[in-house]
């Protein structure tokens, strides 16, 4: 805990100024809370944040306000270093959206992530973006904001647990049959019916390498003809080989830790009644190990 205690002093230093009642204390309002792509908004229950690793991004929009003129925000790390040891190393790389004009450019260094309001700010809107860099024992965002001549700043903090893995992850959050997106079994697969020649099967998948750089995906078919199999709404800009995708592999560039695909699978034979579809992860880890998660798939034989 010492370096959340060390970087506890920097507002105190920041926000000296004259006390005033304590019924001026400004205010931080969380009102939207996005993880990476996903919809859901965390703003009121941030203990029910996913657990992070390295890349992943966080969008946090901040509604300020104070009962007198708002004078100093600032948006910091808060972390226990792993095993005792000090880390040099960035937790976060952070980026603040403001109104320039109601922030003075003179005494504002939001590269530091910290603003000084013009005169007669009493509102303001923030959007802060921030990608895990670092991984942590423990870990937090932490936001002060103060009013003028208020010595003590307002404080809101944000836990967050990160995840310290060598092994990748998939996590399939969709999974659709033919063009039907109002039932998805990403969470009950074996509710799947039964599968017949012409069938589509949609898989949208997370792919993360928890803090290490993704190197490979593999998807394929257990008889590799039963289904045609093809990778399909990704992110062309993170491919080093896009001919490898015609045979079911993705091989990833260089510093990419996570994305999403989708794979669409279609049955082209049920000379078998039962089958699997695998995923293999592999990311540039120290133990080289990768994930592997296969689906079973039961098909009607015509």
């Avoid at 000296?16 to 965390?42: H, L, R």
């Avoid at 530091?112 to 973006?129: H, M, Q, S, W």
Wanted: charged share 30%; aromatic share 8%; glycine share 4%.
């Amino acid at each position: 805990m010492k370096k959340l205690l060390l970087l506890a002093l920097l507002p105190a230093l920041l926000f000296a100024g004259c006390d005033v009642s304590s019924d001026d204390m400004p205010t931080i309002n969380i009102v939207k809370f996005y993880v990476n792509d996903d919809q859901t908004n965390y703003f009121d229950k941030t203990d029910k944040l996913p657990v992070l690793a390295v890349g992943d991004e966080l969008t946090i929009e901040l509604a300020l306000e104070g009962k007198v003129d708002l004078s100093r925000f600032a948006v910091q790390e808060g972390r226990e270093p792993m095993d005792d040891e000090e880390q040099e190393d960035k937790l976060f790389a952070i980026n603040i959206e403001f109104n320039e004009n109601e922030v003075s450019n003179t005494i504002s260094k939001p590269e530091e992530g910290t603003l000084a309001f013009k005169d007669g700010v009493r509102r303001a809107n923030l959007k802060i973006k921030t990608t895990i860099t670092d991984i942590a024992d423990s870990a937090a965002i932490l936001f002060y904001l103060s009013s003028k001549g208020h010595s003590e700043a307002a404080k809101t903090e944000i836990a967050l647990k990160l995840l310290n893995s060598d092994t990748p992850s998939i996590v399939i959050t969709e999974l659709y049959l033919n063009n039907n997106e109002k039932d998805n079994y990403c969470d009950t697969p074996e509710e799947l019916p039964v599968l017949n020649i012409g069938d589509e099967l949609y898989f949208r998948i997370r792919l993360s390498g928890n803090g290490y750089h993704l190197n490979s995906f593999l998807v394929y078919e257990k008889e590799n003809e039963l289904f045609s199999i093809e990778i399909t709404e990704y992110d062309e800009d993170i491919i080093s080989a896009v001919e490898d995708i015609k045979k079911g592999i993705f091989s990833f560039k260089n510093n990419v830790f996570r994305t999403s695909l989708t794979v669409k699978a279609k049955v082209t034979s049920v000379t078998s009644i039962k089958t699997l579809i695998s995923f293999e992860l592999f990311s540039q880890s120290s133990n080289k190990e990768g994930t592997k998660r296969t689906m079973d798939l039961v098909l009607e034989r015509g």
